[in-house]
C-alpha cells in the first residue's frame, strides 16, 4: 500500500488512481473521528474534482471528513442512487436522510443533536468501509490549516452532549423498563417485576411518558409529576394488570 510522503497509483478491487501524495493517508495513521486537532488535509477544489464524471477517485465527505468511495461506483457514480453525494460534502443529506439539492449545504447548525449524530454514524460506517483521506482544508468544518473551526466545535459539543443524554436514557430504560401489552390496552409487567406506572424521565418532553415497570426501592420517590398511577388496574392471577384509558393518553 502506499504510505504517506510517497507518490503512486492507489489501487483497489483492480483499478489503479494516480494521487498526489497529499491525498494518501495510510490506514495506520489514520485520523480518529471526528478528527479534533490539525488533521491531515485535502483541498475544497480536489473533493469537488472528484465527483461523478470527474477525476478518479470518487470522494465525498461528511462533516468536512474526506473519503475515496471508490469500490461504491454502483452507488456514487453517474447514474448511481447516490451520485449526488459524491465530490461535496453531505453531512445534511445524511443527517435527514433527504436527497432534496436544497439539503446540500455544508451549515447544519440548524439540525439537533440527534440528527448531527446520525450523521457522525455514517461517517464512522463509511470510514470503516472506505479509505479516509483527511479534512478538507478551508471549509465549513475545517480551517486551512486542518483545525476545527468555530462551527465543527460546535457540532463536536452538540454530539457529546447527545451522546451524554443517550447514555442518561438508556440507563433510564434500565432502572425502568417498560411493560409488556397484550394490544387491548391491558399492561403488565412480567419478568422485569415491579408495578405499571406512567413515567416520564426528568427534564424530558411529556410526550415521552410511557408505561414502565417501576421496582422499589426505586432510585427515586415514586411521586408525580415522575411517576403517575393508572385509574384502572386490577390483579389477574400472579399479574397486577393496568388498562390505558382514552383520559390518560
Given at each position: 500500500?502506499?504510505q504517506?510522503g510517497t507518490?503512486?497509483?492507489m ?7 494516480p494521487l ?12 480518529a ?13 480536489a473533493?469537488s474534482?472528484?465527483?461523478?464524471g470527474g477525476?478518479?477517485p470518487?470522494m465525498?465527505?461528511v462533516?468536512?471528513?474526506?473519503l ?11 447514474g448511481?442512487s447516490?451520485?449526488?453525494?459524491a ?9 435527514m436522510?433527504s436527497?432534496k439539492?436544497?439539503?446540500?449545504t ?11 449524530k446520525t450523521?457522525?454514524s455514517w ?15 478551508g471549509g ?5 490549516d ?14 457529546e ?8 436514557k438508556?440507563s433510564?430504560?434500565?432502572q425502568?423498563p ?5 394490544g387491548?390496552?391491558?399492561l403488565?409487567?412480567?419478568?422485569q417485576?415491579?408495578t ?5 424521565q426528568?427534564?424530558r418532553d411529556?410526550?415521552?411518558?410511557r408505561c414502565?415497570?417501576v421496582r ?6 415514586i411521586t ?9 388496574c386490577?390483579?389477574?392471577g400472579e ?11
Open positions: 500500500a502506499p504517506q507518490a503512486g497509483p489501487c483497489q478491487r483492480r483499478l489503479c488512481f498526489v501524495a497529499s491525498l494518501l493517508v495510510p490506514a495506520a495513521d489514520a485520523v473521528l471526528p478528527c479534533a486537532d490539525r488533521c491531515p488535509t485535502i483541498s475544497r477544489d473533493l474534482r472528484h465527483g461523478p477525476q478518479e470518487l465525498l465527505a462533516f468536512g471528513h474526506a475515496n468511495v471508490s469500490g461504491g461506483e454502483r452507488f456514487y457514480a453517474i448511481g447516490y451520485e449526488f453525494l465530490g461535496r460534502d453531505c453531512t445534511r443529506a445524511y443527517a436522510g436527497t439539492v436544497p439539503l446540500r455544508e451549515d447544519v447548525s440548524d439540525l439537533s443533536g440527534k440528527q448531527l450523521a457522525m461517517l464512522k460506517d463509511l470510514a470503516a468501509k472506505y479509505v479516509l483521506l483527511g479534512v478538507v482544508a465549513h468544518f475545517y480551517d486551512s486542518g483545525r476545527p473551526t468555530p462551527a465543527m466545535r460546535l457540532y463536536m459539543s452538540k454530539l452532549e447527545q451522546d451524554q443524554q443517550d447514555a442518561q438508556q433510564w430504560g434500565r425502568y417498560m411493560c409488556n401489552a397484550d387491548r390496552g391491558g403488565w409487567c412480567g419478568v417485576g415491579g405499571p406506572m406512567w413515567v416520564l426528568p427534564g411529556e410526550r415521552e411518558r414502565a415497570c422499589e426501592p426505586a432510585p427515586l420517590p408525580p409529576p415522575t411517576f403517575l398511577p393508572f385509574r384502572d386490577w390483579q389477574d399479574k397486577y394488570k393496568c388498562r390505558v384509558n382514552r383520559a390518560e393518553l
